[in-house]
C-alpha cells in the first residue's frame, strides 16, 4: 500500500500535476447532480467536472487510487478501485490504495461534507471514478499515439499496457508524457457490456494488508513521545465533576499527568496498562444531573403512553378512523426494540499531536469535516491546519460518525491539556456505557382486514428518539418535525401503498440518552415491525406468508422477484426435519430489495438459527464478492440484535458494560448463509447496511410458524 501522507494536498489539487513521476488526474460530481446517484450512463460522452479526488499513474506502472471514504470492512478499498481500473484497462495487479486527507474537496456529494455512512459510497462515486479512469486512458493513448505516430483509434489497452501493431508501452512509460498533455473536455465511458471487471468476484485489496498485520488501526498508531489517556467519563449522561483525588492515581508507576476536561478526569500514562490502573485508582465525586432516575422500565412505559396520544402526522391517506369500524376484523399490536450499542470490535480511540500552527489527528472515523472543524475550534486553528490521517476503522456501525465528533473531540482537548502528544484509548466498557445508541422504540399498531384477510385500513404510532435533531443533517432530513429515519420503511412501505385508508404518527420524546445512527438506522425497528405485522396478518387469514406478500407486492417488482427467488432458493413449502420451521421477511433500504429465509429450531428453550437464504436486487453490481460478504456480515450483525443485544437503564446508569452482558452473534451461532445476488441494470443501491434489517422478521417469523408464539419484542425470547 503505497504512503502518500507526504504528499501535499496543494499538489494534488493542480489537476495534471506530476507528483513524483507519473500522471495525476482529478475528479468530482458537480453540484448538479447531487441527488442523481448513478444509473448506469450510457457509452455517449460524459463532461469532465473539476478535480477533486484523484488518481495516479506511476512510472512504475502503479496505479494509486485516493479514496474520499473510510474503509470499515465494507469492501470500498476494493470496489472504487474496480471503477476506475475497469475503465482504464489496468492491471489489477498494480492498482493501490490510500485514504485521503480531510478537505472540503471530497465532500460527499448528497451530504456536503467528507463522510461514510448510509451505504453510499459505491453509488455516490460510481460516476466520477469511472470518469477518472476512463480520463487517465484517454490521455495514456494520446500519448502512446504522438509516440507512434499513429491515431488514437488504432491503439487498445489491455492490462495496463497501449498496444498498435508491433507497438507496446507500459502506462508507466507513458505517464511523465500522458502528464503533459491536455485533460479531455468529455470522455466516452465503457457500455456495461464491454466491462471485465466490474460485476466480477474479485478478491479485496486489503486482505493481504489486514492478513500480514501492516494494515494500521487507529489503536495501531505510535511514534516516539506518544502518551496513552484514559479517561474517568460520568456513569450518568449529563452529570458532571463536583470534585476529584488524584493521589492515589498519581502513585500508579507510569502516570505521568491526571487533568480536568470537558468529558471528565484524564489519566495520561506512559501506556495503556498504567491508564487504566490510574483511572481506576481516581477518586471522583459527581453532580448526578437531571438523567438519575432513568429507568427503562418507565421509559417504556412512557412510551406507551404518548403512542395512545396525537403525534406529528409522517403519512396518511383516506379516513383510517372511519375504516377502522367497518372492519371485518382487527389486529392490535405493540412492537418493540430497545436501546442498542455499536460494539465495534476496535473500541473509540484518537491519537493527537498538536504544534504551534498544526494539529494531526489519527482516527478510525466516519466523519472527517466535522471532525476537522471540531479540532480547529477547539486548538483555534483554521480548518486547514489541522490534518486528519484517516486510519482503517475496525467495525464502524455509525458509531464513528458522531455529530459532535465525541471520541476525537475528547482526544483533542486531552492533547491540549496535556501538551504533549497523547492517544485517548476507550475500552470496551467505556465504549458499551459511552452513550450514542440505537434508540428503543415502541410501536403500536391497529390494522382493520376485510371479510378475505387484507388490510384496508392501518393506523400507526411511532414512538421513539430523534437521531437527527440538533445534526448537521437535520436541515435535510427533517421536515414538519418528521425524523425521516425513525419512520423509513412505515411511512414509505409498498404495503401501505395498498391500503387506502392510513395513518403513521410519529413522537420523539427527548430522554437525555444519546442516540446515533445504526447499522440500517431505521430500518433495525421498522423492518422487524413491518415484517411480523404482514406475517401475522397472513396466518390470520390462513394464508401462506409467501403467497399473501405476493399478492400484497404486485406493483413492487423488485420486491416480488427477491421474494420469489429466496422462497423458491430456500425451498419454501417443502418438507424440513421435524422440530424446524421457515420464516420469510422482504425489505427494502438504502436502495436495495432483500428477502430472508430463516430455518429455525428451539434447543433447550433457546433459538436456533440453522440456514438463512438471502436474496437481494442491489442494481447494478461492482463486486459480487463483495455484496455476497456484506449480506453475511449483515445477517451476523442483525442476528445479534436479534436474539441477545439490549441495553438496559437503572437509577440513571447503563446495566450492561461487556460482551459477557452486551451479547453479539456467538461464533458457533453463526447459520449457513446463502445470498443469490439478482442481475439487474438499475442503478446501485447499498450494500453494507440492508442485509441487517429484515434477519430479525424472518426469525420471528420462523419461530411463530413452529411454536405458534408471536414475539413482538426484540431480543427475541420464548415463553417458558
Same mark, same amino acid.
Given at each position: 500500500?503505497?504512503?502518500?501522507?507526504?504528499?501535499?494536498?496543494?499538489?494534488?489539487?493542480?489537476?495534471?500535476?506530476?507528483?513524483?513521476?507519473?500522471?495525476?488526474?482529478?475528479?468530482?460530481?458537480?453540484?448538479?447532480?447531487?441527488?442523481?446517484?448513478?444509473?448506469?450512463?450510457?457509452?455517449?460522452?460524459?463532461?469532465?467536472?473539476?478535480?477533486?479526488?484523484?488518481?495516479?499513474?506511476?512510472?512504475?506502472?502503479?496505479? @494509486? =487510487?485516493? /479514496?474520499?471514504?473510510?474503509?470499515?470492512?465494507?469492501? +470500498?478499498?476494493? #470496489?472504487?478501485?474496480? !471503477?476506475?481500473?475497469? &475503465?482504464?484497462?489496468?492491471?489489477?495487479?498494480?492498482?493501490?490504495?490510500?485514504?485521503?486527507?480531510?478537505?472540503?474537496?471530497?465532500?460527499?456529494?448528497?451530504?456536503?461534507?467528507?463522510?461514510?455512512?448510509?451505504?453510499?459510497?459505491?453509488?455516490?462515486?460510481?460516476?466520477?471514478?469511472?470518469?477518472?479512469?476512463?480520463?487517465?486512458?484517454?490521455?495514456?493513448?494520446?500519448?502512446?499515439?504522438?509516440?507512434?505516430?499513429?491515431?488514437?483509434?488504432?491503439?487498445?489497452?489491455?492490462?495496463?499496457?497501449?498496444?498498435?501493431?508491433?507497438?507496446?508501452?507500459?502506462?508507466?512509460?507513458?505517464?511523465?508524457?500522458?502528464?503533459?498533455?491536455?485533460?479531455?473536455? @468529455? =470522455?466516452? /465511458?465503457?457500455?456495461?457490456?464491454?466491462?471485465?471487471? +466490474?460485476?466480477? #468476484?474479485?478478491?479485496? !485489496?486489503?486482505?493481504? &494488508?489486514?492478513?500480514?498485520?501492516?494494515?494500521?488501526?487507529?489503536?495501531?498508531?505510535?511514534?516516539?513521545?506518544?502518551?496513552?489517556?484514559?479517561?474517568?467519563?460520568?456513569?450518568?449522561?449529563?452529570?458532571?465533576?463536583?470534585?476529584?483525588?488524584?493521589?492515589?492515581?498519581?502513585?500508579?508507576?507510569?502516570?505521568?499527568?491526571?487533568?480536568?476536561?470537558?468529558?471528565?478526569?484524564?489519566?495520561?500514562?506512559?501506556?495503556?496498562?498504567?491508564?487504566?490502573?490510574?483511572?481506576?485508582?481516581?477518586?471522583?465525586?459527581?453532580?448526578?444531573?437531571?438523567?438519575?432516575?432513568?429507568?427503562?422500565?418507565?421509559?417504556?412505559?412512557?412510551?406507551?403512553?404518548?403512542?395512545?396520544?396525537?403525534?406529528?402526522?409522517?403519512?396518511?391517506?383516506?379516513?383510517?378512523?372511519? #375504516?377502522?369500524?367497518?372492519?371485518?376484523?382487527?389486529?392490535?399490536?405493540?412492537?418493540?426494540?430497545?436501546?442498542?450499542?455499536?460494539?465495534?470490535?476496535?473500541?473509540?480511540?484518537?491519537?493527537?499531536?498538536?504544534?504551534?500552527?498544526?494539529?494531526?489527528?489519527?482516527?478510525?472515523?466516519?466523519?472527517?469535516?466535522?471532525?476537522?472543524?471540531?479540532?480547529?475550534?477547539?486548538?483555534?486553528?483554521?480548518?486547514?491546519?489541522?490534518?486528519?490521517?484517516?486510519?482503517?476503522?475496525?467495525?464502524?456501525?455509525?458509531?464513528?460518525?458522531?455529530?459532535?465528533?465525541?471520541?476525537?473531540?475528547?482526544?483533542?482537548?486531552?492533547?491540549?491539556?496535556?501538551?504533549?502528544?497523547?492517544?485517548?484509548?476507550?475500552?470496551?466498557?467505556?465504549?458499551?456505557?459511552?452513550?450514542?445508541?440505537?434508540?428503543?422504540?415502541?410501536?403500536?399498531?391497529?390494522?382493520?382486514?376485510?371479510?378475505?384477510?387484507?388490510?384496508?385500513?392501518?393506523?400507526?404510532?411511532?414512538?421513539?428518539?430523534?437521531?437527527?435533531?440538533?445534526?448537521?443533517?437535520?436541515?435535510?432530513?427533517?421536515?414538519?418535525?418528521?425524523?425521516?429515519?425513525?419512520?423509513?420503511?412505515?411511512?414509505?412501505?409498498?404495503?401501505?401503498?395498498?391500503?387506502?385508508?392510513?395513518?403513521?404518527?410519529?413522537?420523539?420524546?427527548?430522554?437525555?440518552?444519546?442516540?446515533?445512527?445504526?447499522?440500517?438506522?431505521?430500518?433495525?425497528?421498522?423492518?422487524?415491525?413491518?415484517?411480523?405485522?404482514?406475517?401475522?396478518?397472513?396466518?390470520?387469514?390462513?394464508?401462506?406468508?409467501?403467497?399473501?406478500?405476493?399478492?400484497?407486492?404486485?406493483?413492487?417488482?423488485?420486491?416480488?422477484?427477491?421474494?420469489?427467488?429466496?422462497?423458491?432458493?430456500?425451498?419454501?413449502?417443502?418438507?424440513?426435519?421435524?422440530?424446524?420451521?421457515?420464516?420469510?421477511?422482504?425489505?427494502?433500504?438504502?436502495?436495495?430489495?432483500?428477502?430472508?429465509?430463516?430455518?429455525?429450531?428451539?434447543?433447550?428453550?433457546?433459538?436456533?438459527?440453522?440456514?438463512?437464504?438471502?436474496?437481494?436486487?442491489?442494481?447494478?453490481?461492482?463486486?459480487?464478492?463483495?455484496?455476497?460478504?456484506?449480506?453475511?456480515?449483515?445477517?451476523?450483525?442483525?442476528?445479534?440484535?436479534?436474539?441477545?443485544?439490549?441495553?438496559?437503564?437503572?437509577?440513571?446508569?447503563?446495566?450492561?458494560?461487556?460482551?459477557?452482558?452486551?451479547?453479539?452473534?456467538?461464533?458457533?451461532?453463526?447459520?449457513?448463509?446463502?445470498?443469490?445476488?439478482?442481475?439487474?441494470?438499475?442503478?446501485?443501491?447499498?450494500?453494507?447496511?440492508?442485509?441487517?434489517?429484515?434477519?430479525?422478521?424472518?426469525?420471528?417469523?420462523?419461530?411463530?410458524?413452529?411454536?405458534?408464539?408471536?414475539?413482538?419484542?426484540?431480543?427475541?425470547?420464548?415463553?417458558?
Amino acid at each position: 500500500m503505497n504512503d502518500l501522507s507526504n504528499t501535499s494536498r496543494r499538489d494534488f489539487l493542480k489537476t495534471g500535476a506530476l507528483v513524483g513521476g507519473g500522471l495525476v488526474i482529478g475528479f468530482t460530481v458537480p453540484a448538479a447532480n447531487r441527488f442523481a446517484h448513478a444509473a448506469s450512463p450510457p457509452p455517449a460522452p460524459a463532461a469532465l467536472p473539476p478535480a477533486n479526488a484523484f488518481l495516479r499513474v506511476g512510472s512504475d506502472d502503479s496505479v @494509486t =487510487v485516493l /479514496l474520499a471514504h473510510s474503509e470499515m470492512g465494507q469492501g +470500498i478499498w476494493t #470496489a472504487l478501485p474496480m !471503477l476506475i481500473a475497469e &475503465e482504464l484497462d489496468a492491471d489489477w495487479s498494480r492498482v493501490r490504495v490510500a485514504h485521503a486527507p480531510a478537505a472540503p474537496v471530497y465532500a460527499h456529494i448528497m451530504f456536503g461534507m467528507q463522510m461514510t455512512g448510509g451505504s453510499s459510497s459505491t453509488w455516490s462515486e460510481f460516476e466520477r471514478y469511472r470518469q477518472a479512469g476512463a480520463t487517465a486512458r484517454v490521455l495514456l493513448v494520446q500519448a502512446a499515439a504522438q509516440r507512434w505516430g499513429v491515431k488514437p483509434a488504432d491503439c487498445r489497452v489491455d492490462q495496463g499496457v497501449v498496444s498498435s501493431g508491433a507497438h507496446r508501452a507500459r502506462f508507466g512509460e507513458l505517464a511523465d508524457a500522458a502528464n503533459a498533455l491536455p485533460a479531455p473536455k @468529455t =470522455v466516452a /465511458l465503457k457500455d456495461p457490456k464491454d466491462w471485465k471487471l +466490474i460485476g466480477k #468476484a474479485t478478491r479485496r !485489496l486489503d486482505t493481504p &494488508e489486514k492478513i500480514t498485520g501492516r494494515a494500521e488501526f487507529g489503536m495501531d498508531v505510535r511514534f516516539d513521545g506518544l502518551l496513552t489517556a484514559v479517561v474517568a467519563r460520568p456513569p450518568v449522561f449529563g452529570a458532571s465533576v463536583k470534585s476529584f483525588d488524584a493521589t492515589r492515581a498519581k502513585a500508579i508507576p507510569g502516570v505521568r499527568q491526571v487533568l480536568q476536561v470537558p468529558s471528565g478526569i484524564a489519566v495520561v500514562a506512559d501506556h495503556f496498562w498504567a491508564a487504566k490502573l490510574g483511572r481506576d485508582a481516581l477518586v471522583v465525586n459527581w453532580n448526578p444531573g437531571p438523567n438519575a432516575a432513568l429507568d427503562s422500565k418507565a421509559l417504556k412505559a412512557e412510551f406507551g403512553r404518548l403512542a395512545d396520544t396525537r403525534g406529528l402526522r409522517a403519512a396518511k391517506a383516506g379516513d383510517s378512523g372511519r #375504516a377502522l369500524k367497518k372492519a371485518a376484523r382487527t389486529l392490535q399490536a405493540d412492537y418493540s426494540v430497545p436501546y442498542l450499542a455499536h460494539a465495534p470490535m476496535e473500541p473509540m480511540n484518537a491519537t493527537v499531536r498538536i504544534g504551534r500552527d498544526s494539529c494531526e489527528v489519527w482516527a478510525g472515523t466516519q466523519f472527517q469535516t466535522l471532525d476537522q472543524m471540531v479540532a480547529a475550534q477547539i486548538t483555534g486553528l483554521k480548518p486547514e491546519q489541522v490534518q486528519i490521517h484517516t486510519m482503517f476503522l475496525g467495525g464502524g456501525f455509525g458509531r464513528r460518525a458522531t455529530p459532535t465528533s465525541d471520541f476525537v473531540s475528547e482526544a483533542v482537548h486531552v492533547a491540549k491539556a496535556a501538551g504533549r502528544p497523547v492517544k485517548t484509548v476507550w475500552t470496551r466498557e467505556d465504549d458499551v456505557r459511552g452513550g450514542y445508541y440505537r434508540p428503543a422504540y415502541l410501536h403500536r399498531v391497529s390494522i382493520g382486514v376485510d371479510a378475505k384477510g387484507w388490510p384496508m385500513a392501518w393506523q400507526h404510532a411511532v414512538v421513539g428518539q430523534s437521531i437527527l435533531a440538533g445534526t448537521p443533517m437535520e436541515p435535510l432530513m427533517v421536515k414538519d418535525g418528521i425524523d425521516a429515519t425513525s419512520v423509513e420503511g412505515v411511512s414509505d412501505s409498498p404495503y401501505l401503498k395498498e391500503v387506502k385508508a392510513h395513518t403513521v404518527e410519529l413522537h420523539s420524546p427527548q430522554t437525555g440518552i444519546p442516540v446515533l445512527w445504526w447499522r440500517s438506522v431505521g430500518h433495525s425497528h421498522t423492518a422487524f415491525v413491518m415484517e411480523g405485522l404482514i406475517d401475522e396478518l397472513a396466518l390470520s387469514a390462513q394464508q401462506d406468508p409467501v403467497a399473501y406478500r405476493r399478492a400484497l407486492l404486485q406493483k413492487h417488482p423488485r420486491h416480488l422477484g427477491v421474494l420469489d427467488l429466496a422462497a423458491r432458493k430456500s425451498g419454501w413449502g417443502s418438507p424440513l426435519p421435524a422440530g424446524r420451521a421457515r420464516g420469510v421477511a422482504v425489505h427494502e433500504s438504502f436502495g436495495s430489495t432483500i428477502a430472508q429465509v430463516a430455518e429455525v429450531s428451539v434447543q433447550d428453550g433457546r433459538i436456533r438459527v440453522h440456514r438463512v437464504t438471502c436474496a437481494i436486487d442491489c442494481g447494478i453490481v461492482v463486486n459480487p464478492a463483495g455484496v455476497e460478504a456484506q449480506m453475511e456480515s449483515g445477517i451476523a450483525f442483525g442476528l445479534g440484535a436479534a436474539l441477545h443485544s439490549r441495553l438496559e437503564f437503572r437509577d440513571g446508569r447503563v446495566q450492561q458494560s461487556n460482551f459477557h452482558d452486551f451479547q453479539v452473534l456467538r461464533l458457533d451461532e453463526m447459520p449457513q448463509v446463502d445470498v443469490h445476488i439478482v442481475s439487474s441494470t438499475e442503478k446501485p443501491g447499498g450494500v453494507g447496511e440492508p442485509g441487517a434489517a429484515p434477519i430479525a422478521p424472518a426469525v420471528a417469523n420462523a419461530i411463530a410458524a413452529l411454536t405458534g408464539q408471536r414475539l413482538r419484542e426484540l431480543p427475541l425470547q420464548l415463553s417458558a
